[in-house]
């Protein structure tokens, strides 16, 4: 067998034209319609060669469309006139003889369910088929990757790291949280601002990455909104924080917070980076007052809920709220948790009434706290090679102002993992989203 050659589109038209004349019917005075199954052959016959047929087929929502056919091309040995095909239980399929001397088809697999389909392929009526293939139909398994802007600039040593991220994995697409203290910040230019601006902007634009935002509550960003800035809680310091860098978002009041964010709205348009759309709260410190927030300012996404246990390493560090916090706030949250629209009552539940806003498990965490490995072992998690009975979610990034060639490898490594699986390929069910898109894969409950 050989790699899927879909062809141009001039055939693939004729293909189809010719197919309506012999789907139900013998072409050129042949013999009658496939009749009953045949059996699998032991083995493939070499005599026959077999291409176009995909290995996995997509069932589509209303970000990805559907691969709802199953394409066939056979070169078939002098002298045989006729080549059937079943597809699943659907009834037998006769393929017609093209002028090129092969034999062609496009079968429908839309009403397929999820799962593994055996494709039977039989010449002039053999009551044994000369090749058995496998079509997989699944749903998607989208991957997120995104950067959280921690700091108000970003090195240009990092921004090229990144840069080299996307020319190593030309699928890849970035959600880019970026801060809005990058545009408050007076320790940070206006040419800088104005370069960091034109950077994210070059990477929307080159690459089709989205533009969310982060927050974390620093009081040079604060004190321009009217919202008084607060200096505690931290997640790190026992006396609290004067910078407001470590102070929880959840700290802030449903109105407050809604405040916050329309001013970063003003920020990101004076910036020419449009409206946001996404969201990640600074140490994952989201309660439902910033959902609530969120929604109300027109975000349909956020990534909030926490991964805890992958984050050891800040257990007991300096005043240990990050750590706890996260367990406590996030307790359900871990490897395989997948999107949902939190309740009104309860963050970690999706029982209705619910806060309109997707809420994205951030369950391969961010580079600083995981291994390549580790995010390997997540992603492997949620998907055991079998076709997926619904959409998942795998998210994983990292922090730009840290970002250094270690981490670089460590998601490079991941990536190559996860690569391998790509829908392009014909290898599996990966597709590469941003954050706002998949809140078009999992609608708000009616």
């Known amino acids: 067998m050989t790699a899927p050659d879909h062809g141009s589109p001039r055939r693939r038209s004729s293909a ?6 012999c789907l139900f019917a013998a072409c050129d005075g042949g013999p009658p319609p496939p009749g009953e199954r045949p059996l699998a052959p032991a083995e493939n016959d070499p005599d026959f060669r077999v291409e176009r047929v995909r290995n996995w087929l997509i069932i589509g929502n209303d970000l990805t469309p559907g691969q709802d056919t199953v394409d066939v091309q056979v070169f078939a040995p002098d002298g045989v006139e006729t080549i059937d095909a079943w597809l699943g239980d659907q009834p037998g399929v006769r393929l017609y003889h093209s002028e090129e001397g092969d034999f062609r088809q496009i079968i429908e697999a839309g009403d397929l369910p999820a799962g593994e389909h055996e494709l039977l392929l039989a010449a002039d009526g053999s009551d044994q088929a ?8 699944s749903h998607p398994l989208y991957v ?27 699928e890849l697409r970035l959600t880019h949280f970026v801060g809005p203290y990058t545009f408050t910040d007076p320790e940070v230019t206006a040419e800088r601002r104005t370069q960091l601006a034109a950077w994210v902007l070059d990477m929307r634009d080159t690459y089709d990455d989205e533009i969310g935002l982060h927050i974390h509550p620093y009081c040079n960003f604060v004190d321009t909104t009217g919202v008084p800035c607060r200096t505690e809680p931290s997640t790190v310091y026992a006396d609290g924080d004067v910078t407001g860098y470590t102070v929880m978002c959840s700290a802030y009041s449903e109105e407050e917070f809604t405040q916050l964010l329309l001013a970063a709205d003003e920020l990101f348009a004076e910036a020419g980076l449009g409206k946001p759309t996404s969201f990640r709260a600074g140490g994952w410190t989201t309660s439902l007052d910033t959902l609530r927030a969120l929604a109300a300012a027109g975000y349909v996404a956020d990534t ?16 240990g709220v990050l750590y706890e916090w996260n367990k406590e706030h996030w307790a359900t949250i871990g490897d395989t948790s997948q999107p949902y629209y939190p309740s009104q009552d309860d963050i970690l539940s999706d029982s209705a009434p619910v806060v309109p806003l997707l809420e994205v498990p951030d369950n391969g965490i961010m580079v600083d706290y995981v291994t390549a490995e580790e995010m390997i072992e997540i992603f492997d998690a949620n998907w055991d090679g079998a076709p997926l009975a619904a ?15 270690t981490y670089q490898g460590r998601i490079s490594g991941a990536l190559r993992h996860v690569e391998q699986f790509l829908v392009s390929r014909d290898q599996g069910p990966v597709i590469f989203a941003t954050l706002s898109e998949l809140a078009r894969v999992w609608p708000p409950p009616n």
Request: proline share 6%; no cysteine.
């Open 391 to 405: 959409p998942v979610a795998y998210s994983i990034g990292y922090h730009p102002p840290n970002f250094n060639t």
């Open 16 to 21: 189809l034209a010719l197919a309506a004349g």
């Open 304 to 319: 909030s809920a926490n991964n805890w246990a992958r984050m050891e390493e800040w257990e007991g560090v300096q005043n």
């Open 144 to 170: 997120v990757v995104s950067t959280d802007w921690d700091d108000s600039d970003n090195h240009d040593y990092t921004l090229e790291l990144q840069e080299q991220l996307h020319l190593r994995h030309p």
């Open 130 to 137: 000369f090749a058995r293939l496998v079509v997989r139909r």
